[in-house]
Structure formats: structure tokens, C-alpha cells
């Protein structure tokens, strides 16, 4: 329950942990919190909620392979099924540093909230798992993503994956709205997408006038069956100066999301999207909402490519 492989501040700039075997769970102290009506977050830690958002969390702790001002790093090279458990900054997070999370291989489960799995604010992370049928769970940037010039990248070698973030209609419906959400929830902003800054729609609701351009986030899954679910802003999506790009390079695999996704540019940014082979499906399961497959909007650029199988659309 500690938060290893994570540097606390610049007087600790390197923290690596290195584990060589077994079942391992690496996960925190939780404290009671409740829980929002989509059932998606995670219990809280000592830094609690927002009292009148409890969506929202505060946590402030970064683990299990995560840079703050420095250098965090955690390998674990056993071939057994683990566990990560975290809230945000862990799991591959660089916020004006670095951070790398590898697995070497087992069936694994990665579950946080924001911000991890492979993301990146002024900083790099990456997540590399190299074997395993694993599962990646959690609710908005993550799975590589990329905010301010940042870096963020998700790699999968081999397994039958499963990717999942939160898949609500935020971007286009209110309606479905958690009551007094956050602003940087309203997408999934996940699976290989990278944003940047407009001061004129700021999602952090500070009134600065600063623009700053986007980062790049890629998600690259190299071998088995896959699944792939998110809401908007996902999937190969670049927004403001911003490179999202989700690869696929075999499988058969299946693609849920519903705007702006499947290889989607938003307001000068660049959305690439590619599937090399196999029987794929897309937008099967969710009600999808267009500004999607190869979508550009606002001087951006968009590319979507499927290069073999008998797919459905």
C-alpha cells in the first residue's frame, strides 16, 4: 500500500523499484468515500474528495512508476498476475518529469482514475506490459494521454486486452452529466489522445488568456484480441495542437466510443488512427454520435486506416 517507484518532490528526484516474481498487489491505503452513480471511481485515499464533487478526487500521491520534478520508476519482471490499484499520477504518469511502469508478463489489472496508464503533462509516461491477457480500467486521461506538452504512451505486446474508460455522453449530452462535474471529465480524453490549452474555453476555468499547445499520446497494442471502449475525445484523437494516435497492429478486435474518435483532429490538432489486421468491429455496443473514422474539424488533420479483414462498421 505504499506508493513505490514514485519520487516524492525535486529533494528525492529518483525512485526505483524493481520486483523479480510472484502475484503482487500494489494498491494504497482506501478510506470510506461515495461513490459516484456510474460506479466507475475507486475508493478513495487521505486526501479524500471534493466535499461538494465527490467525483472529483484530491488526490495528490503519485505511485507505481510516476515522476513528479523527477524520476519514478517501477519494473516487475515476474511472468505472475498482478494487480495495480491507484487514483491519479501513477501507473506510467511524467508531470515535469518521468515515469515508466513495465510489466514483463501475467494476466494484469490496472485500474485508476485520471491521469495514468500512460500519460503525460509537461513530462512523459509509459506504460509497457509485455505479455498477458490484461485489463486497463479507470475513467479519463489515461491509456495514452497527453495534456500540455506533455508525452503519454501505453504499449501492449502481447494478449487478448481490454481497454476501458468512462464511456458516458458527456461531450454532446448534459444531460447525462454527474451533478456538478468537472470540467476535465466531460471526455474520456483516453486511448491514444493528446490535448492542449485554449484560453478562450479553458477547462480548468482559470481566466489567464494563456494558450499552450498539446503533447502526444499514443496507445499501440501489438498482438491478440481487443477491446477497446471510451466516450469522447478517444481512440486516435489530437485537440489544439495535440497528436493522438492509437495503433492496433493484429487481432480481431472491437471499437465502442461515441465523438470525436476512431482517428479524430479537433481545433489544429491531429488524430491518427490505425488498424492493421483482422475482423474488426466498430461502434457495435454504444450509441455513437459522429465526428468520427477519419473526422477533421477546424484546421486539423485527421487519418483513419483499416488495412485488412472483414469489418464492420
Not at 494521454?145 to 448534459?174: E, F, R, S, W
Amino acid at each position: 500500500e505504499i506508493p513505490i517507484g514514485a519520487n516524492i518532490s525535486i529533494n528525492n528526484p529518483v525512485s526505483v523499484a524493481i520486483d523479480l516474481g510472484g502475484k503482487d498487489s500494489y494498491g494504497y491505503r482506501k478510506f470510506p468515500v461515495r461513490e459516484d452513480s456510474a460506479g466507475e471511481r475507486v475508493s478513495s485515499d487521505k486526501y479524500g474528495r471534493n466535499r461538494y464533487k465527490p467525483q472529483v478526487t484530491y488526490s495528490e500521491q503519485f505511485r507505481q512508476g510516476a515522476g513528479n520534478l523527477g524520476i519514478g520508476m517501477l519494473y516487475d519482471f515476474g511472468n505472475d498476475s498482478d494487480t495495480y490499484q491507484s487514483l491519479r499520477f501513477s501507473q506510467g504518469y511524467g508531470m515535469l518529469g518521468i515515469g515508466v511502469l513495465y510489466d514483463h508478463g501475467g494476466n494484469d489489472t490496472y485500474i485508476a482514475e485520471a491521469g495514468a496508464q500512460g500519460a503525460g503533462l509537461l513530462g512523459m509516461g509509459i506504460l509497457y506490459d509485455n505479455n498477458g491477457d490484461d485489463t486497463y480500467k479507470g475513467y479519463s486521461i489515461m491509456q495514452g494521454a497527453a495534456q500540455v506538452k506533455g508525452i503519454g504512451i501505453l504499449l501492449d505486446v502481447k494478449g487478448n486486452d481490454i481497454y476501458h474508460t468512462h464511456t458516458g455522453d458527456l461531450y454532446q449530452d448534459p444531460r447525462t452529466w454527474l451533478e456538478q462535474d468537472d470540467p476535465l471529465y466531460i471526455g474520456s480524453l483516453s486511448q491514444g489522445s493528446a490535448w492542449g490549452r485554449r484560453a478562450d474555453q479553458p477547462f480548468d476555468d482559470i481566466e489567464n488568456g494563456i494558450f499552450l499547445s498539446g503533447g502526444m499520446g499514443i496507445l499501440s497494442d501489438l498482438e491478440g484480441d481487443d477491446t477497446y471502449s471510451c466516450g469522447a475525445f478517444c481512440q486516435g484523437c489530437g485537440y489544439w495542437f495535440g497528436l493522438g494516435f492509437l495503433h492496433d497492429d493484429s487481432g480481431n478486435d472491437s471499437y465502442d466510443s461515441r465523438v470525436y474518435n476512431v482517428g479524430a483532429g479537433a481545433h489544429f490538432g491531429m488524430g491518427i488512427f490505425s488498424d492493421n489486421a483482422g475482423d474488426d468491429l466498430y461502434f457495435q455496443n454504444l450509441d455513437q454520435k459522429g465526428l468520427s473514422v477519419g473526422y477533421s474539424h477546424d484546421l486539423s488533420f485527421a487519418w483513419m486506416q483499416d488495412l485488412g479483414g472483414n469489418d464492420r462498421y
